[in-house]
């Protein structure tokens, strides 16, 4: 079974009631925390559990040391996929507004935590969900605790020390998730320092996406990573992007194109940063 899957929003109406399905709703905004929680409370896809980016998908920030959304501890994420109903043969389907981007960093943990068989995402998200003419509800999840056992695997994240050591290496690919702008360090919204990680190559995650919101198709996904990684191995890919978050996307996104899971730099910009003796890099 693929590590990467989408599920239509029609799949997903006809599987609601399905034993075992769980559902987690990763709405999320970052100039507005609490955007995700009120607009659940507003209406969400029957049966959804809510799972908070900052909350549950993240650990603890250190200023001046972590990113901006650290790695959760194991441990306290492995209890709240519990509490949210998931077992190890749980199917799960993840959603956010759309682009996909909370949800995929959902993914990600679960991968991380070796649960790498049937996870899905909502191809579309919400907007494809309402486009359908699908309900929403109100009513609160009605969660049997679940019996999820995993741990995490150091393989699939790269610290930043090791990234730095590696930072010249032909063979490596590293791929940045923000958009252009940001990238080249022509803007900066977010972050105190603008620029780029030195030999990154900008991988927006948007274009990811077709002009309806949904993944590209898998031919045009390989095409575009294929150029990405030119010559090179995808075992030695790596994506960051702001602070862990949207390198998820890509990550994602290369799964469904058919490539190996790559690696993570979790801490991504936000942490680089941190420290005045790692490079950074302007322009394209």
């Not at 605790?145 to 995993?150: D, E, H, K, N």
């Not at 930043?160 to 940001?182: E, F, I, V, Y």
Request: proline share 7%; charged share 20%.
């Amino acid at each position: 079974m693929p590590i990467a899957q989408l599920i239509s929003p029609h799949a997903l109406e006809e599987r609601r009631s399905q034993p075992g399905l769980v559902i987690l709703d990763c709405r999320f905004a970052l100039e507005d925390p609490d955007y995700g929680q009120r607009s659940y409370a507003e209406g969400h896809i029957a049966g959804a559990s809510f799972a908070d980016l900052e909350r549950d998908l993240s650990g603890l920030v250190t200023k001046g040391v972590t990113g901006r959304h650290p790695l959760p501890e194991p441990e306290a994420l492995i209890e709240r996929l519990k509490a949210w109903g998931i077992d190890n043969d749980s199917d799960v389907v993840l959603y956010d507004d759309g682009p996909g981007a909370y949800a995929a960093r959902a993914w990600w943990l679960l991968a991380w935590l070796g649960k790498r068989e049937g996870v899905y995402i909502l191809d579309g998200g919400l907007k494809a969900w309402h486009a359908a003419g699908l309900p929403l509800s109100l009513d609160p999840p009605q969660n049997t605790r679940g019996t999820f056992s995993g741990a995490p695997d150091a393989s699939v994240v790269l610290s930043a020390q090791a990234l730095q050591q590696r930072l010249g290496q032909s063979d490596m690919t590293l791929l940045d998730a923000r958009a252009l702008p940001r990238f080249k360090g022509e803007v900066e919204p977010i972050d105190p320092i603008a620029g780029h990680i030195p030999g990154a190559q900008c991988a927006a995650f948007t274009e990811n996406l077709g002009a309806d919101g949904r993944f590209l198709p898998v031919d045009q996904l390989k095409r575009r990573f294929a150029e990405k990684l030119g010559e090179r191995s995808p075992t030695d890919l790596v994506a960051y992007c702001g602070s862990g978050v949207t390198a998820c996307h890509n990550l994602f996104a290369l799964c469904l194109a058919g490539y190996p899971l790559g690696r993570l730099y979790a801490g991504s910009w936000s942490e680089w940063i941190n420290d005045p003796q790692r490079g950074v890099a302007t322009g394209e």
